[in-house]
């Protein structure tokens, strides 16, 4: 039976019609997808030269020269490093230093930036024994002078933490592991090299591990996390501020959402005076690559960003700095689940988190 010619044209249009509204079905259903699909502000950086891989280094911003420095550190092997590199954002190209005096290698060291001198301070560190010397690396000469300090120094130590104080010119140094771990806090006089314990009564519980930095927002030492092992617990998950005025620590009571509790993570201020953590290792062995922020005003943390593919992954041990040129967070290196790490990621702040 033959269809009649009228009949077979409003069957092509019908078919055609249907196979224009299934192609527009897919491509908004498409459209859909990539735009509600995730997506990251960390970028990976690939340089032709880079330091090796590691853990347990340090890596510290220099004001806003728009370099970073990293020294130290260890790896799984047994490999401990005296080797001092610069970071450039301004190429994304690292250079190592060759200095003829320089720290001894180790590890667990604290770094801070003073930024009266223009200067990197180093503090303390672990190699075959622990260290309690301080450092100065002037970005200007690019040379290591070790300073020579009076009073009573702190005990050795490793995996302690270290800000520089602005406003009343000092080092100030807080917790860290010897032969058993420590809650004290010491300040150096930069003006006269002098020591002082100047540890208050209510303070955060023994630990080492944990990681502090500078808020100017609040003129305050931010301390997160590290192990309390034989005290309390390891990991922990307790944030503290220590007004560099007054001398007294606060624990923060933050609200919401936190960091799950953890040890070795990165921690940094930016411009503004938030603080972003990333990263650490929690209990179990757990390696987290979630991305934090806190405002220390009101004490409340904020997750920018989950672990994903198209983040840097999961690992502890590593550092970060804030890069005040470009705002944004720079990371390299670490200890993650295959071993020790050498890649370098920046992370983007958008204009809400500057």
Request: proline letters at 5%; hydrophobic letters at 40%; one cysteine or more.
């Amino acid at each position: 039976m033959s269809i009649p010619a009228s009949l077979r044209r409003h069957l092509r249009l019908g078919l055609i019609m249907l196979l224009v509204t299934a192609s527009w079905q897919a491509t908004a259903l498409i459209t859909v997808h990539a735009q509600a699909a995730p997506s990251s502000r960390w970028q990976q950086i690939v340089t032709e030269n880079a330091p090796a891989p590691r853990h347990d280094h340090v890596l510290i911003a220099a004001g806003e020269s728009g370099k970073l420095m990293l020294f130290g550190g260890r790896t799984n092997n047994g490999t401990i490093y005296d080797d001092t590199w610069l970071f450039d954002v301004n190429v994304n190209a690292w250079r190592e230093i060759m200095t003829a005096v320089a720290p001894q290698a180790r590890f667990g060291a604290a770094a801070a930036w003073d930024t009266t001198r223009e200067r990197i301070l180093l503090f303390a560190g672990q190699a075959s024994g622990l260290f309690n010397d301080v450092w100065s690396f002037d970005l200007a000469t690019e040379t290591w002078t070790r300073l020579e300090t009076q009073g009573t120094a702190p005990i050795a130590r490793y995996g302690t933490s270290a800000v520089f104080d602005p406003q009343l010119d000092r080092l100030i140094i807080s917790h860290g592991f010897a032969a058993g771990r420590f809650d004290d806090t010491f300040a150096l006089d930069l003006k006269t090299s002098l020591w002082s314990d100047i540890s208050p009564t209510i303070r955060p519980l023994k630990r080492c591990l944990h990681e502090a930095a500078y808020a100017t927002s609040t003129g305050t030492m931010i301390l997160f996390g590290g192990c309390s092992s034989g005290f309390g617990p390891c990991p922990q998950g307790d944030t503290w501020s220590f007004d560099l005025d007054s001398g007294v620590w606060t624990e923060l009571q933050t609200q919401g959402d936190s960091p799950a509790a953890r040890s070795n993570p990165a921690l940094m201020a930016d411009s503004a005076g938030r603080v972003w953590l990333y990263g650490g290792r929690g209990a179990g062995g757990i390696f987290y690559g979630d991305l934090w922020r806190l405002d220390p005003l009101t004490g409340s943390w904020q997750l920018s960003e989950s672990a994903s593919d198209s983040a840097p992954r999961p690992r502890s041990s590593h550092d970060a700095a804030w890069d005040s040129v470009r705002q944004q967070i720079v990371l390299f290196g670490g200890l993650g689940e295959t071993g020790d790490l050498n890649d370098l990621w920046v992370y983007q702040a958008t204009a809400s988190e500057q």
